[in-house]
Nanobody, 127 residues
Framework: QVQLVESGGGLVQAGDSLRLSCAAA????????MGWFRQAPGKERTFVAA??????YYVDSVKGRFTISRDNAKNTVYLQMNSLKPEDTAVYYC??????????????????????WGQGTQVTVSS
């Protein structure tokens, strides 16, 4: 069992930066791949980024602006978001997947592959 708690969301202006954190409770954090997803009002939850032992993966719309990283000693995964745009506005969720060695962005971009989810943190970007 892994409990995930996101933090770091807020209201910012276009062009600003935010860093989201996701703290995991559990002794096997390093054995999970971690993903970030987002869900805008009235829309489906969609993939943003993932990190596993196989590497990092991003949706095209955030490449070059967002960076996912992790600190296994702190059981925490981060999402550094730069040059934020109004279309980045959403609730951001982190998730944990038991398979960190899959070399496939299509695998990590599917919500169905993840075993644990956090409650989400709101990010609002004003124009």
């Amino acid at each position: 069992q892994v409990q995930l708690v996101e933090s770091g969301g807020g209201l910012v202006q276009a062009g600003d930066s935010l860093r989201l954190s996701c703290a995991a409770a559990g002794r096997t954090f390093g054995s999970y791949a971690m993903g970030w997803f987002r869900q805008a009002p009235g829309k489906e939850r969609t993939f943003v980024a993932a990190i596993g032992r196989s590497g990092t993966y991003y949706v095209d719309s955030v490449k070059g602006r967002f960076t996912i990283s992790r600190d296994n000693a702190k059981n925490t995964v981060y999402l550094q978001m730069n040059s934020l745009k109004p279309e980045d506005t959403a609730v951001y969720y982190c998730a944990a997947d038991r398979h960190p060695d899959v070399y496939s962005v299509s695998y990590y971009s599917s919500t169905e592959e993840y075993d644990y989810w956090g409650q989400g943190t709101q990010v609002t970007v004003s124009s």
